[in-house]
């Protein structure tokens, strides 16, 4: 090994180590006082460390530091839900749909315009948490189904997606809402896909 | 007060407009269980909504105003006043008008505002550490099985349903108005004791055996009166000096701590740390752990990420 590569994998080392350290002390600074963060050239870095469980204050400065620290928006937005300050709530969580076009932010809205009732807005959002779902559609079904008698109407709404329309046949069944189920069958029925014949077959043959 | 206030008036509005029963919200730093299904970030509850941490913790907030954390890899059902810790461990971080439920035990604070933490170890023990204001504990009958005082912390373990009326208790034996009553040492239940040759013990740090006597109402400032089987005398009020008070707060209580150990045979391994004394009031054996809150882990410093910095 040369020397010149020597000395530059002493370089990165010690630049690497130099960084922990610094983002370390930031970090201490950060959680000791929040506003001393905004006078560290490591600002934003060590504002991005605030997390749920991070005091209101370390939110507020985080998010001052890092206007798009989403997490620190919706953690805001709930903090006001609960404190009863329902106008900062929304503005909150709406700010972090802004800046973060992602599932949670539609998540949290779906839920907070659920807590409150309101469905004109849970809808909208709740049809775009759907759309960004990767996974999981029961919560959002839960929510919806909960919010709209009807299946069929619930399903419409989320976009009816095929993926959606399973998930949602496989809650009703599980749930035994042979009724519902029916309707939520009828719907996958009606997209005709191939995928979907041992699962309807199987709804079918039940008692 | 004006917070808890707010948020109920908050949340109660909800309630007046969504059909289904909102009891509050959880926040997680990632991913947890909701009711079997995987939730990211945040969830809204509702009446017996069942939640469980994965490798990080979650923070609920009831309507009511109650504040709870539970700590990873924990399991709690939720409902608008109380919580069945089915797992791990949770916090009582502000529990205005909330209840712990576990192993069968109701953990009541004596206060809104009180703190605890509530770990389960095993299938059938508890332990209750009160961080900031008291707490009671029933048992599955409603019966008194312990007052825990800021900064204490007791292990629970409820014993077969045969042995449920058993109690047994260490304190000092005093006379008032022609009953006698003992505080217990390790629960600080205090009961009324009935039997033969009482007289001769008044004063003295006793030792009692016995069984609960439901029928009967018990004199003021007792909960329960127990018709005692067996009397033994461990100290002499001189001689048991600080041990009455001490056992509860962590130290060793000397000849009364052995002994109650010994009558009480293997509930000794159901604190899992250290014992100091135990005692069965209303079929739950109790012991305090060594150490107290330190042995509990609930001091400041000792959490394992379960409670928020707020």
């Known amino acids: 090994m040369t020397i010149a590569v020597r000395s530059l994998l002493l370089l990165f080392v010690g630049a690497v180590l130099f960084l922990t350290i610094r983002l370390a002390v930031a970090e201490a600074d950060f959680r000791l006082d929040p506003e001393s963060a905004l006078h560290s050239t490591f600002w934003v870095r060590a504002a991005n460390l605030a997390t749920f469980g991070s005091s209101p204050e370390e939110l507020r400065a985080a998010v001052r530091s890092n206007p798009r620290l989403a997490p620190a928006w919706i953690q805001l937005g709930l903090d006001a839900e609960a404190d009863g300050n329902l106008q900062e709530a929304e503005m909150d969580l709406l700010q972090a749909a802004r800046v973060d076009h992602l599932y949670l932010p539609a998540w949290t809205l779906a839920n907070f315009y659920f807590r409150r009732g309101d469905e004109d807005n849970f809808w909208p959002w709740a049809r775009r948490a759907t759309r960004l779902t990767f996974d999981d559609y029961r919560p959002l079904l839960r929510l919806a189904d909960a919010l709209d008698t009807s299946p069929e109407q619930v399903a419409i709404r989320l976009g009816g997606s095929a993926p959606l329309l399973r998930a949602y046949l496989d809650l009703m069944i599980n749930a035994h809402r042979p009724d519902s189920a029916r309707e939520i069958a009828r719907l996958l029925a009606a997209r005709h896909d191939p995928a979907d014949r041992d699962r309807l077959a199987a709804f079918a043959d039940r008692p | ?310």
Do not use: C, W
């Open chain 2, 1 to 310: 007060m004006k917070r808890l206030a707010v948020l109920i008036l908050s949340i109660a509005s909800g309630l007046a407009i969504a059909a289904p029963p909102v009891i509050g919200t959880v926040t997680a730093g990632g991913a947890f269980r909701l009711n079997g299904d995987t939730v990211i970030g945040n969830g809204t509850l509702t009446e017996g909504a069942v939640i469980e941490t994965g490798s990080g913790n979650s923070s609920v907030r009831l309507a009511g105003g109650a504040r709870i954390s539970l700590s990873p890899d924990s399991r709690g059902k939720f409902y608008r006043d109380h919580i069945i810790l089915e797992k791990g461990e949770t916090s009582l971080e502000n529990s205005a008008g909330v209840h712990v439920e576990a192993v069968g035990l109701t953990i009541r604070p004596d206060r809104g505002i009180s703190t605890a933490r509530i770990a389960l170890l095993g299938s059938n023990r508890v332990r209750v550490a009160a961080l900031t204001g008291g707490f009671r504990v029933l048992n599955v009958r409603g019966a008194l099985v312990a007052n825990i005082s800021a900064g204490s912390a007791l292990a629970f373990e409820p014993q077969a349903p045969a042995a449920a009326a058993v109690t047994h208790i260490t304190g000092t034996l005093t006379r008032q108005g022609g009953h006698f009553l003992l505080t217990d040492q390790v629960t600080h239940v205090t009961v009324e004791v009935t039997g033969q040759g009482l007289a001769a013990h008044v004063g003295q740090v006793v030792q009692v055996t016995g069984t609960l006597n439901a029928s009967a109402t018990p004199v003021a400032g007792a909960s329960q009166v127990i018709a005692a089987t067996s009397v033994q005398t461990v100290a002499t009020a001189a001689a048991a000096g600080g041990a009455a008070g001490g056992a509860a707060g962590g130290a060793t209580g000397g000849a009364t701590g052995g002994a109650a150990a010994a009558g009480a045979g293997g509930a000794a391994a159901g604190v899992g740390i250290g014992v100091t004394a135990i005692a069965i009031v209303g079929g739950v054996a109790a012991a305090a752990t060594l150490g107290g809150l330190a042995a509990s882990g609930a001091l400041p410093g000792q959490s394992s990420g379960a409670t928020e910095s707020r």
